[in-house]
C-alpha cells in the first residue's frame, strides 16, 4: 500500500483501530522532524499544559508508569504545538483552527508531505490511496485562521488563560 522512511505499510496494516493510512505516515514523518529539529518538551510546559487545561491531578495509589502514561498526551499536545510552529515557520501556508489543535498549520504540512514525497520519504503506491491521504491538505478548508492573527509567539494555552 505504502512505504514511509524504508517500512512497508500494508492494506492490513490501516485497518486495525487508530492505524489509519494517514497516521502510519504521518506519525513517522513528523517524529523524524521534530527530531531534526531538536524539538523536545519539558516537564514543565507539560505541568503548565496541565494547569491550563484544569486536569486534575494524578488518583492517590497510581504507579509511576501509570503516572507517566497520563502525562502522555499533555506531552504530546505540546510536541505538536512545537512542531506546528516550526512547520509554519519554514513553510507558511493556511493555518486553520480544530479542536486538537488550535492553530494548524495544514498549508505547511502540504508543503512538507510533497517535499518529503519528493525526496523519497515516503511512497503510497495507489493513486486513490494517494489522493485520498492528500485530500485533508489541499481540499478548501472552513475554519481559516486570518493571517494576521496567526501568531506562533506563545503557546494556545498561554493565550487561553
Do not use: C, H
Request: aromatic letters at 10%; charged letters at 30%.
Amino acid at each position: 500500500m505504502a512505504k514511509v522512511l524504508g517500512q512497508t505499510i500494508y492494506r492490513d496494516d490501516t485497518t486495525k483501530p487508530a492505524r489509519d493510512l494517514d497516521g502510519q505516515i504521518l506519525g513517522p514523518l513528523l517524529q523524524r522532524f521534530a527530531e531534526q529539529e531538536r524539538l523536545s518538551v519539558t516537564d514543565a510546559e507539560v505541568a503548565e499544559l496541565e494547569t491550563a487545561l484544569k486536569l486534575p491531578p494524578s488518583p492517590p495509589g497510581l504507579s509511576e508508569s501509570d503516572k507517566a502514561m497520563l502525562r502522555q498526551l499533555p506531552r504530546e499536545m505540546v510536541l505538536q504545538w512545537k512542531i506546528s510552529k516550526a512547520l509554519y515557520q519554514r513553510y507558511g501556508g493556511e493555518v486553520i483552527f480544530q479542536q486538537a489543535n488550535p492553530m494548524e498549520p495544514v498549508g505547511a504540512m502540504r508543503r512538507f508531505l510533497e517535499e518529503q514525497e519528493k525526496a523519497g520519504a515516503f511512497e503510497i503506491y495507489n493513486a486513490e490511496d494517494r489522493k485520498r491521504f492528500f485530500e485533508y491538505f489541499v481540499r478548501p478548508q472552513i475554519m481559516v485562521v486570518p493571517k494576521e492573527r496567526v501568531n506562533y509567539d506563545v503557546p494556545w494555552w498561554r493565550k487561553a488563560n
